[in-house]
């Protein structure tokens, strides 16, 4: 990376979320950021500081450049976790947020993060560790801050694999993918539409997009996300209930939110949850009725969901965060997620980062899903 110049050095101001300007031009710079995905929006940190925040630092940095002009926004936090003491971390926790980073345009990457680095070093007073999360592999991010910190020889600097995002490409319409998948699930996929149809001639496929209809099918998605598993059960607290409610209104403002809802004579018997965006659907979550598993609900919406996506042009369908063992019956292929560990106490870099990577050996996770 070549390193900026004084004249490309940008400053970097705090900010807070009633700061509506900066708001405005942050959520513009999304959609060519190099994740510009609704994660790294001011509508989804803002909702996700208000419900989760709790007892963190909230630590927004604007990044501007010598015009006048928004470069970047790091929305950070400053959060105390048991490994890493006081750690800088995006907002947004792994609970519910698959994918975080800079907001920045790709040209505009390496000078706000240098930026971003060095305003976070000669603040260090205030933090123990940068604990940089959920970073796509796509994204530059990674080797960009490493890079920053080189010169640091008194931290300790750790790149580590923190998951794998599955992924399916769509390139060429519905009937390319299913030749690419390989024949025994390409069949299977068939097979239990087939047979959904035949036993259940009122199944239909709706598509939501808008704002009220969406709300109004939340009560829905909520139960059926609830039926689907214990674990998904104990996830959807009524602080879980309220952020999706909020997140929900400001995606489908934004163009971003897609429901896929399978009814039977109506009523909807599985859903997903699911964000378009950069050519990506980003499947969120799910939930479907286990008392229809014989006609297998669920794995036949995430058929319709990729059909649908793929006759609409949409590049890669990406299950993200999590190998549960259905995404691989739909062909997806393994990205992974990255985290930037960097602190003073070697030890505690090292052992969080060991503890990563150790979760990631093990086997697909076959939780909560129909054959």
Not at 73 to 81: C, D, F, G, K, Y
Not at 179 to 206: C, F, Q
Not at 269 to 274: E, F
Request: overall charge negative; proline content about 6%; hydrophobic content about 45%.
């Amino acid at each position: 990376m070549t390193a900026p110049t004084l004249e490309d050095t940008p400053t970097i101001r705090e900010f807070a979320f009633a700061d509506a300007e900066i708001g405005a031009a942050w959520d513009a710079v999304v959609p060519g950021a190099i994740t510009p995905y609704p994660f790294v929006s001011r509508a989804w940190a803002e909702p996700w500081w208000d419900v989760f925040g709790g007892d963190a630092e909230l630590l927004l940095l604007s990044v501007v450049g010598s015009g006048g002009m928004l470069v970047g926004v790091a929305p950070l936090m400053i959060e105390r976790i048991p490994e890493l003491g006081r750690a800088v971390r995006f907002l947004g926790g792994v609970d519910v947020t698959d994918y975080l980073d800079l907001v920045a345009r790709p040209d505009d990457a390496p000078r706000a993060w240098a930026a971003v680095v060095n305003w976070l070093l000669a603040h260090r007073e205030r933090w123990d560790a940068l604990d940089l999360h959920c970073l796509p592999d796509a994204s530059p991010s990674r080797t960009l801050i490493a890079d920053a910190l080189a010169a640091h020889e008194d931290l300790a600097v750790v790149t580590a694999q923190e998951e794998v995002c599955p992924a399916v490409p769509l390139q060429g319409g519905f009937e390319a993918y299913l030749a690419g998948i390989g024949k025994k699930y390409r069949n299977e996929i068939r097979r239990k539409e087939r047979n959904l149809v035949r036993d259940e001639p009122t199944a239909a496929l709706r598509v939501v997009r808008g704002r009220d209809e969406a709300l109004a099918l939340l009560p829905d998605f909520f139960r059926l996300h609830r039926l689907s598993a214990a674990d998904k059960e104990r996830f959807l607290t009524p602080q879980v209930e309220e952020f999706f409610r909020r997140v929900t209104i400001s995606t489908a403002e934004a163009g971003n939110l897609a429901l896929y809802v399978l009814e039977i004579g109506g009523s909807p018997v599985a859903m997903m949850y699911a964000f378009l965006a950069a050519d990506r659907l980003l499947v969120y979550n799910s939930g479907f009725d286990p008392t229809r598993s014989e006609t297998s609900v669920g794995m036949v919406l995430t058929g319709m969901m990729i059909a649908d996506a793929a006759e609409s042009g949409v590049a890669v369908c990406d299950f993200m965060r999590g190998n549960e063992s259905y995404k691989y019956r739909f062909g997806a292929e393994d990205a992974p997620l990255w985290r930037v560990i960097a602190g003073a106490d070697r030890a505690s870099v090292e052992g969080a980062a060991a503890a990563m990577t150790a979760a990631l050996t093990t086997p697909a996770d076959d939780r909560n899903q129909e054959e």
